[in-house]
């Protein structure tokens, strides 16, 4: 019997499956992935470092649906670069948005994401941020991204009063602001404020 063409397990098999049952279930187990593609659970650990070494698997996967283009852009102005990226890097976890909590709660080890953070961090050195504020900028940028592509994910309609009035101020400003677009314009509110307050930080 020949072999086959292609290896029955491999790294980015394991990846997809493991997105796969993230994307249902919000979480995965090394049997569950093993039982997914029909193969025995000691066989999944030939090729990955245990449960730790598929989650870096799974954030390189949805990392690389992000544009680090505009941080490393010559010319363009730091504010215009973190917004652009910021865009590229909701767009990208808004597809997944089960595997937000998964990756937000574990360190980030994956190199070819830790390059991204590598260019973000220079990017702001070298427009001139103290060492000591570049973290705090880039982990505000994590929480508004990921907060929004989490909102991205939730019901059109999150606020339900029961009685409107008992809550007559806040009916009214649900009707203000109607539906479309709801997501995308706190998105870009918080985002303003995130790189006005950081732009604050340069000017003390």
Not at 3 to 8: A, D, E, G, W
Not at 11 to 20: P, S, V
Request: charged fraction near 25%.
């Amino acid at each position: 019997m020949g072999r086959p063409s292609k290896p029955l397990l491999d790294r980015e098999r394991i990846t997809t499956a493991a997105l796969q049952l993230v994307d249902e279930k919000g979480e995965f187990s090394v049997p569950q992935i093993a039982k997914k593609l029909g193969v025995q659970t000691a066989s999944v650990y030939h090729h990955v470092d245990g449960r730790d070494g598929i989650v870096e698997l799974l954030r390189e996967r949805v990392c690389e649906a992000i544009d680090p283009t505009p941080l490393k852009s010559p010319g363009l102005p730091w504010e215009e670069a973190m917004a652009a990226w910021a865009r590229s890097y909701r767009a990208a976890f808004a597809a997944h948005p089960k595997a937000i909590p998964l990756l937000a709660t574990s360190p980030v080890r994956a190199p070819r994401v830790l390059e991204q953070y590598e260019l973000a961090a220079g990017l702001l050195l070298d427009a001139g941020f103290a060492p000591a504020d570049v973290m705090p900028v880039i982990i505000g940028l994590d929480n508004v991204v990921l907060g929004s592509a989490l909102d991205l994910a939730a019901p059109e309609t999150m606020w339900e009063p029961a009685d409107e009035t008992v809550t007559p101020r806040l009916a009214e400003a649900l009707a203000a602001m109607g539906a479309a677009g709801r997501p995308d314009r706190a998105f870009e509110l918080a985002l303003r404020g995130l790189i006005a307050e950081a732009r604050g930080l340069l000017l003390a």
